[in-house]
């Protein structure tokens, strides 16, 4: 049979290929992000009892009302921003599911976007799927800030959105009020509109404030903002997102997703909108990621890879130009298969393949997990 392939570039996610060859050579797996210690007992507690009492059929189109509301009052506390949690919040089966929405929603043909790279895989497939065109501009490597010169040269009249993703994944970066100030006079006149990935929101380091789109009237207009409970409750397996938007730019993101999914997983939607009442777990997230950063930084120190800059999310780049000066793939692949480490390298995460000799590290781990792969990097 021929099939004419909608994305002929795209293969299979760097995510699933890295996990695999990691399990293949029994290695530890640092690459896909995800954590390997257990989730909240008082939430595993939860989401059983919402099961045992019945709530197992479909949630409504939108996210169990209860949840919706108590996303609202988190979105307040923390950044001052009211949503209406009946038109301007959808609860989502996890951020992916979000971020193809919303690209779906608002992307017509021709229309340019606006992509920073390294670029989380999912943005592109999206865009191009939609019609639209990706317009690249690159984080300035090694410190990984956004000139926004070069965002203003890649601004146009198309331009009917720009993706951003503050903490940024790969490379660890965080905006600061600076970037938000400029982005801000870049985008004032122009219809341009926003999508913010932020799913690491509550994992920033070293005191640094998340500048999340929400906190700005002027932005928060124009934006759809995307976060992830995966992320903050160390449970990614259960794939449950939200998107924050205006009334008229939630109402489209409902069309696309009532037909992506229809609704998501009801009883982990009725334990969140409990569980989220202990503010101190997502509170106390970032101090809990800054000291697994620092373990692992302070465990390679000795190690002859360097270390880059990391203000936020759970993943560490290093630098291995003293090491090797094979291609980044070529090097996560032979340390995962004769040094047991399995990382992710980043030039999958743009459209050149630009390679800078650095790999991504996942530092969400036991710090057992952590010793043992920093013996084995120290030994390289
Ligand atoms: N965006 C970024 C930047 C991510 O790192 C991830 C991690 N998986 C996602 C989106 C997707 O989140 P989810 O697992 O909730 O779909
Ligand atoms: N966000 C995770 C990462 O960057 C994995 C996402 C996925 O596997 N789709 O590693």
Same mark, same amino acid.
């Given at each position: 049979m021929k099939i004419e392939s909608k994305? +002929? %570039? =795209?293969?299979?996610?760097i995510f699933t290929v890295m996990s695999s060859l990691s399990n293949d050579h029994n290695a530890l797996n640092? &690459?896909? #992000?995800?954590?390997d210690f257990d989730v909240h007992p008082d939430l595993l507690s939860l989401v059983n009892k919402y099961m045992l009492a019945g709530n197992n059929q479909y949630a409504p189109m939108q996210g169990v009302p209860a949840l919706r509301e108590k996303i609202a009052d988190k979105v307040f506390e923390q950044y001052n921003a009211r949503y209406d949690p009946a038109s301007e919040i959808t609860v989502t089966s996890g951020a992916t599911e979000a971020l193809f929405a919303a690209i779906s929603a608002v992307i017509q043909q021709g229309d340019e976007v606006i992509v920073l790279e390294?670029?989380? %895989? &999912?943005y592109v497939p999206a865009i191009v799927l939609n019609g639209g065109i990706p317009v690249y501009v690159q984080y300035r490597?090694?410190?990984?800030?956004?000139?926004w010169d070069d965002v203003k040269t890649a601004l &146009? +009249? !198309?331009? !009917?959105l720009i993706i951003l993703n503050s903490? *940024?994944?790969?490379? #660890?970066s965080v905006f600061s009020s600076e970037d938000i100030k400029a982005l801000k006079g870049l985008l004032e006149h122009t219809d341009a509109l926003i999508l913010s %990935?932020? =799913?690491?929101? *509550?994992?920033?380091?070293? #005191?640094l404030r998340h500048e999340s789109m929400s906190r700005y009237p002027e932005l928060a207009n124009r934006s759809l903002v995307i976060s992830s409970f995966g992320k903050t409750y160390h449970?990614? #397996?259960? !794939?449950i997102g939200y998107c924050l938007a205006p009334a008229p730019l939630s109402k489209e993101f409902q069309k696309i997703h009532q037909f992506l999914t229809f609704s998501t997983n009801t009883p982990i939607q009725y334990a969140y909108a409990d569980f989220m009442q202990h503010k101190d777990v997502y509170l106390k997230l970032s101090a809990f990621y800054q000291q697994k950063r620092d373990t692992f930084l302070a465990l390679i120190k000795q190690s002859r890879f360097k270390t880059m800059p990391c203000s936020g999310t759970y993943f560490q780049m290093l630098d291995y130009s003293e090491i090797s000066s094979q291609s980044d793939i070529k090097f996560s692949r032979q340390l995962t298969i004769e040094h047991g480490v399995a990382s992710i390298? +980043? &030039?999958?995460?743009?459209h050149r393949r630009d390679d800078h000799k650095v790999l991504r590290f996942c530092f969400a781990k036991k710090d057992e997990t952590l010793k043992k792969a920093a013996e084995k990097l120290c030994k390289i």
């Open positions: 994305l +002929p %570039d =795209v293969g299979t996610t640092l &690459s896909q #992000g995800f954590p390294p670029a989380f %895989d &999912s490597f090694p410190e990984y800030r956004i000139d &146009s +009249p !198309k331009t !009917k903490p *940024h994944n790969p490379t #660890g %990935d932020e =799913v690491y929101e *509550h994992i920033i380091f070293d #005191g449970t990614t #397996g259960w !794939k390298p +980043p &030039s999958v995460f743009y």
